[in-house]
């Protein structure tokens, strides 16, 4: 059974910084494709950063470009989103999720999901 456990979330200010973990078990972490959605209330779960197995092929959200950066950790079975400059649009519950056949934005697309962490970011 594939678990994936996120942490890092929190209460910040505009313009802070946060660092979001996901350690996985149970699976053969570097095999898959890793990436970080969000949901805010009332809207869609949303595609945010994503990282190929290898690391090669890494795509973010528009909305994100520039201020996170996705990293994984092959070794530690784990994968990271930084996150800078974080704004109140940013504000959402984040999950981390795998997806064993291709890095992609669709949600459904991904096997394996976290329980979620929220980030709240207050102007």
């Known amino acids: 059974q594939v678990q994936l456990v996120e942490s890092g979330g929190g209460l910040v200010q505009a313009g802070d910084s946060l660092r979001l973990s996901c350690a996985t078990s149970g699976g053969t972490f570097s095999t898959y494709h890793m990436a970080w959605f969000r949901q805010a209330p009332g809207k869609e779960r949303v595609f945010v950063a994503g990282s190929s197995w290898g690391g090669r092929s890494i795509n973010y959200a528009d909305s994100v470009k520039g201020r996170f950066t996705i990293s994984r950790d092959n070794a530690k079975n784990s994968v990271y989103l930084q996150m800078n400059s974080l704004k109140p649009e940013d504000t959402a519950v984040y999950y981390c999720?795998?997806?064993?056949?291709?890095?992609?934005?669709?949600?459904?697309?991904?096997?394996?999901w976290g329980q979620g962490t929220q980030v709240t970011v207050s102007s």
């Open positions: 999720a795998a997806a064993k056949i291709r890095l992609t934005t669709t949600p459904g697309q991904y096997d394996y």
